[in-house]
Each structure stands twice: as C-alpha cells, then as structure tokens.
C-alpha cells in the first residue's frame, strides 16, 4: 500500500538553505511530487520528479532521489519568507489518485 | 474560469445531517479528484472521475459518502447524516487524466460539523 511520511517542523533564516525530506513505502511510484501550500490557498505544485531519475534541478529547487531507500528530498536555496508554508510530498504509481505525507511546515526567519 | 472552483468555502453543519459539496474544474480536464485533509494532517484520496465514471471510488470512508460527476464538468461530493469525524476541509483536482499528469487544486471547502 501507499504510505509516506514527513517530518513536522523545520525553522531556517532567511538566506539559508532548507532541506525538507520524505520517505515512502510504494516502490512501484512512478512519479514523486512536492506541493507547497500556503495559510489560506489552495496545493500549488512545486515540482515533481519521474521515478527513473535521481536528481533534478529547478532554479532554487533541487529534488534529490534514492530510490533504493525510498527517499525524497526537497532542497530551497537561498530560502525566502515567501517560501513558509507547509510542503507536501506526495506519489502516484501511475494510477492517477496522489498519496500524501502529513506535511511539513516550514517557517523562515527574517 | 481560469483555475477550479469550490463551493461552498466554508460550511457549518449540524451532525446527522446532509450536506452536497461541489466543484468546478478546469475545462477541458477529464479527470477529477476529491481528497480530504484533517487538521495537521496530509490529504486522503477519496474518489477520482475520469469523464463521468469514477473508476476509482475505494478512499470514500462510508457509505454516507458518495459523489457524482455530470456533463464531464462540475462535481459533487454528498455527505449524509454528517458526524463530527467529518469535519475537514475537502480539496478537489483537476488534471488532463494523462498519467503523471499535474492535478491541479481548488481553495477546498471547510465542513464544520458540531
């Protein structure tokens, strides 16, 4: 079955690098996604990464995988107070529906 | 409209009874999504449509949940004789229904049951 997990908190200062991570259980996940949701609006897609890749770059935005572990990992450089929020990790094995972690909520300090 | 729709945004009910939320998505998307997400916590899938059938239906949590899709367009999600579990706020997608494919969310509605 599907099962994904985040840590809950992470506090950064603005202009430091943050580094959010996951883990899950489906090893026939075909793509893995990062969603940012903001106080009051709706899941805003960040990036995501096919299965088949370890790493993928997206200007402040690197998305490291290991697949052997399960492991997913969201880095932010240069971390602005624009980027609090909480960050979702999620993955769908090609069968359309999304699995979610439980969120991680990430403020950045002036 | 230019992204997808949900109404209403919020919603307070009293338990035991019945209440029809909905969505519009984007046009042009044949895949529709209802998801859950409880206080602090990640979404729950509940159902998806592709076009007007729902092919995958096995995240409703009861048989108080059902939901339909009409005209490949707007959807709605009927909850019956609400509980106080129920109270979340429910998110719908939308996407193109191609696999991988980016969903794209509504604001979601807030059900309150008391």
């Known amino acids: 079955g599907e099962d994904v997990e985040q840590s809950l908190f992470l506090s950064v200062r603005e202009g430091d690098s943050s580094v959010i991570n996951c883990t899950y259980t489906?090893?026939?996940?075909?793509?893995l996604y990062w969603y940012k949701q903001e106080p009051g609006a709706g899941l805003q897609l960040l990036t995501y990464?096919?299965?088949?890749?370890d790493m993928k770059q997206d200007q402040r935005l690197t998305v490291l995988l290991n697949k052997k572990d399960k492991h997913l990992s969201l880095r932010i450089a240069d971390t602005q107070t624009g980027d609090s929020a909480i960050y979702f990790c999620?993955?769908?094995?090609?069968?359309?529906?999304?699995?979610f972690g439980k969120g991680n909520q990430v403020v950045v300090i002036p | 409209g230019a992204g997808v729709s949900q109404s209403p945004s919020n919603k307070v009910t009293e338990k035991g009874k019945d209440v029809e939320l909905r969505c519009d998505p984007i046009?042009?998307?044949?895949?529709l999504y209802w998801y859950r997400q409880r206080l602090g916590q990640g979404l729950e899938f509940l159902i998806y449509?592709?076009?007007?059938?729902?092919?995958?239906k096995s995240g409703l949590p009861s048989d108080r949940f059902s939901a339909e899709r009409t005209g490949e367009s707007v959807s709605t999600l009927t909850i019956q004789r609400t509980q106080q579990e129920d109270s979340a706020v429910y998110l719908c997608?939308?996407?193109?229904?191609?696999?991988?494919?980016?969903?794209?969310f509504g604001p979601g509605t807030r059900l309150t049951v008391l």
């Open positions: 999620a993955e769908s094995g090609g069968n359309n529906r999304l699995a």
């Open positions: 990464i096919f299965s088949n890749m």
């Open positions: 997608a939308s996407s193109l229904g191609t696999p991988g494919g980016e969903q794209f």
């Open positions: 489906d090893s026939s996940s075909t793509y």
């Open positions: 046009s042009g998307h044949t895949a």
């Open positions: 449509f592709q076009g007007n059938s729902a092919p995958d």
